[in-house]
């Protein structure tokens, strides 16, 4: 069985030997050759080229035996390509070139047109990465979910309160709809042309969807993740992370997502026993264990292997992304554990 057929059969509920394995941010910072990719040249300039977005979406599968590659990209190149460029602070965080205020900004942003031509270099760059695994791994697509990306845009970046954010959504529903109506658009368009040039799954990142008050979540996030879901290929693996938001896995279940991601504060056996047999779970081990030792990092990763042995659809990973002070081997050691778990 290749590591395609392992993942996406995993993501079908059916019954495996052991889970496929790949880490949010498997391409990153911990590894030294992205950071000396880094040095030479910028973050933006490395999304937005097709060739290094090939180069640092592979590092990691030369490392280590996962089952599937992400692209190498960012969730902020919706809004970039709909007019508001970002950048990131040196203090730390993202900054936009603007923060969204008023309807006439609303509607000054592009629309969905727009996407196939600005965002020209992600299909690119899928293309690349499905032609250099074929059929051997699975290949993930992404983007933000439009609450995620809207957070982004009303806070002017990176956010302590997300003060911003919520008031436009208490304050002025329509203005809020209108956006989200937007990136809603943008964002459909852009998963079908991941699709197109070659991905076998989505992940939306619904990073920030914890922020919200509880009873409030479905009308600013999950209604939004419903309609693209709606609007791609019928059963096609659409991951769903959405951080914090462990009170809504009923309901995001049933947002027609064939995989729900967890954070680590979630008891994975007992979210699997709880959801319906054909939504798979992924996750969910404390990214901070990478930091640890090899010892601990295969401890950990075994107590979970155990927990879920006997319920299908199991991707693992870890709870969030792999911070840049994970330790290589650390890494190697979770990958051996979950490879060689029977």
């Given at each position: 069985?290749?590591?395609?057929?392992?993942?996406?059969?995993?993501?079908?509920?059916?019954?495996?030997?052991?889970?496929p394995i790949w880490v949010?941010?498997?391409?990153?910072?911990?590894?030294?050759?992205?950071?000396?990719?880094?040095?030479?040249?910028?973050?933006?300039?490395?999304?937005?080229?097709?060739?290094?977005?090939?180069?640092?979406?592979?590092?990691?599968?030369?490392?280590?035996?996962?089952?599937?590659?992400?692209?190498?990209?960012?969730?902020?190149?919706?809004?970039?390509?709909?007019?508001?460029?970002?950048?990131?602070?040196?203090?730390?965080?993202?900054?936009?070139?603007?923060?969204?205020?008023?309807?006439?900004?609303?509607?000054?942003?592009?629309?969905?047109?727009?996407?196939?031509?600005?965002?020209?270099?992600?299909?690119?760059?899928?293309?690349?990465?499905?032609?250099?695994?074929?059929?051997?791994?699975?290949?993930?697509?992404?983007?933000?979910?439009?609450?995620?990306?809207?957070?982004?845009?009303?806070?002017?970046?990176?956010?302590?309160?997300?003060?911003?954010?919520?008031?436009?959504?208490?304050?002025?529903?329509?203005?809020?709809?209108?956006?989200?109506?937007?990136?809603?658009?943008?964002?459909?368009?852009?998963?079908?042309?991941?699709?197109?040039?070659?991905?076998?799954?989505?992940?939306?990142?619904?990073?920030?969807?914890?922020?919200?008050?509880?009873?409030?979540?479905?009308?600013?996030?999950?209604?939004?993740?419903?309609?693209?879901?709606?609007?791609?290929?019928?059963?096609?693996?659409?991951?769903?992370?959405?951080?914090?938001?462990?009170?809504?896995?009923?309901?995001?279940?049933?947002?027609?997502?064939?995989?729900?991601?967890?954070?680590?504060?979630?008891?994975?056996?007992?979210?699997?026993?709880?959801?319906?047999?054909?939504?798979?779970?992924?996750?969910?081990?404390?990214?901070?264990?990478?930091?640890?030792?090899?010892?601990?990092?295969?401890?950990e990763a075994k107590r979970?292997?155990?927990?879920?042995?006997?319920?299908?659809?199991?991707?693992?990973?870890?709870?969030?992304?792999?911070?840049?002070?994970?330790?290589?081997?650390?890494?190697?050691?979770?990958?051996?554990t979950v490879t060689n778990?029977?």
């Amino acid at each position: 069985m290749t590591s395609r057929e392992r993942f996406l059969k995993a993501c079908a509920c059916e019954p495996l030997d052991r889970p496929p394995i790949w880490v949010m941010r498997q391409a990153g910072r911990y590894l030294p050759e992205y950071r000396e990719l880094k040095s030479q040249s910028s973050f933006l300039h490395m999304v937005k080229t097709p060739e290094l977005a090939l180069e640092v979406t592979l590092q990691p599968l030369r490392r280590f035996d996962l089952d599937a590659a992400i692209l190498f990209s960012d969730i902020l190149t919706i809004p970039e390509a709909l007019g508001q460029p970002y950048h990131f602070r040196d203090q730390g965080g993202i900054g936009m070139e603007f923060a969204i205020e008023t309807r006439d900004q609303v509607d000054a942003l592009a629309d969905a047109e727009v996407i196939p031509d600005k965002l020209a270099y992600v299909p690119d760059a899928l293309r690349l990465i499905r032609a250099e695994l074929g059929d051997s791994k699975a290949v993930l697509g992404f983007g933000g979910s439009p609450w995620t990306l809207a957070t982004y845009m009303v806070e002017g970046g990176s956010s302590a309160d997300f003060e911003r954010i919520k008031l436009l959504f208490y304050q002025n529903r329509v203005m809020f709809d209108a956006l989200l109506e937007k990136l809603t658009a943008a964002l459909i368009t852009y998963f079908r042309l991941q699709i197109e040039a070659g991905a076998d799954a989505i992940q939306i990142f619904d990073s920030w969807g914890g922020i919200i008050a509880g009873p409030d979540y479905s009308a600013a996030s999950l209604r939004w993740i419903k309609q693209i879901v709606a609007a791609l290929p019928a059963d096609f693996p659409i991951i769903l992370y959405a951080k914090g938001t462990a009170p809504h896995l009923t309901d995001q279940a049933f947002s027609g997502v064939r995989v729900i991601s967890v954070d680590w504060t979630n008891d994975l056996p007992i979210t699997r026993q709880n959801l319906p047999a054909n939504v798979a779970v992924q996750g969910n081990l404390d990214p901070v264990l990478m930091q640890t030792s090899p010892e601990i990092v295969s401890t950990e990763a075994k107590r979970l292997l155990e927990s879920m042995r006997g319920l299908p659809g199991h991707v693992f990973n870890l709870g969030h992304g792999i911070t840049p002070q994970a330790k290589i081997a650390c890494m190697e050691a979770l990958v051996e554990t979950v490879t060689n778990w029977r």
